[in-house]
């Protein structure tokens, strides 16, 4: 198993171009989220989905949307990048346990610079 | 809204020595997890705290949960250099989609 895979691993944009991130899971996990990373500010979430074709906003979502087309893969769209979205993204997956836990799987991380 | 803070956020530990890492949260919860991330790297899963008492060791890290006190500690043992990393907590609140709430984080570095 890959587990959670994500590209690109590093982007350079300027300001107002737009670009899509692919998050892909070989798990059949039913949930999946975006983060961004920021310096002394922990992970907070920008969208998250539960399931096929369903998405929901996050913490952060302003200037970012999110697909789910296909239960394996979440894409996070920038449609006009700022230099505030400089940040480093990560994608993640869980699912329901029986204990109630869903710890989430994160992937490798993509590293954007917004100039 | 929820607010989960760790301290120290920066921790500098000679090799050997023990220290413990707090994380606080303000809303109840019985559902901790703690993170490892080494530079430039991703987020690895190292312990799934979900009730009230638990504990987890694994190594020379033991995590445990209070929930009535919401504190979740980690605690280093006799620490070395392969332990130099970024670690953070992140509460779950029990929402249908589990969303978790991060803590800052706390850089900690070993020297011999």
């Known amino acids: 198993n890959a587990g959670v895979t994500q590209t690109p691993k590093f982007r350079v944009l300027k300001t107002g171009q737009s670009m899509t991130l692919l998050c892909a899971q070989d798990?059949?996990?039913?949930?999946m989220y975006w983060y961004r990373q920021d310096p002394g500010m922990g992970l907070r979430l920008i969208h998250y989905?539960?399931?096929?074709?369903?998405?929901a906003k996050g913490e952060v979502p302003d200037g970012y949307n999110v697909s789910r087309l296909k239960k394996q893969n979440f894409l996070l769209g920038l449609e006009s990048a700022a230099p505030s979205q400089t940040s480093v993204y990560f994608c993640?997956?869980?699912?329901?346990?029986?204990?109630?836990?869903?710890?989430?799987?994160f992937g490798p991380g993509t590293r954007l610079t917004v100039t | 809204e929820l607010k989960v803070e760790q301290n120290p956020l920066f921790l500098s530990m000679q090799e050997g020595k023990n220290y413990t890492i707090y994380c606080n949260y303000s809303?109840?919860?019985?559902?901790l997890y703690w993170y490892r991330q080494d530079p430039g790297k991703s987020l690895e899963s190292l312990f799934v705290?979900?009730?009230?008492?638990a504990v987890k060791q694994e190594g020379r890290l033991m995590a445990s949960l209070d929930t009535k006190a919401r504190l979740s500690t980690l605690h280093i043992t006799a620490a070395v250099h392969d332990l130099s990393a970024t670690y953070f907590c992140?509460?779950?609140?029990?929402?249908?989609?589990?969303?978790?709430?991060f803590g800052q984080g706390t850089i900690l570095t070993v020297h011999p």
């Open positions: 993640a997956s869980s699912y329901s346990r029986a204990s109630g836990s869903k710890e989430q799987y």
């Open positions: 798990m059949n996990h039913e949930y």
């Open positions: 989905s539960v399931g096929e074709g369903t998405t």
């Open positions: 809303t109840t919860s019985d559902r």
């Open positions: 705290l979900l009730s009230n008492g």
């Open positions: 992140a509460v779950d609140i029990g929402t249908s989609y589990g969303k978790l709430t």
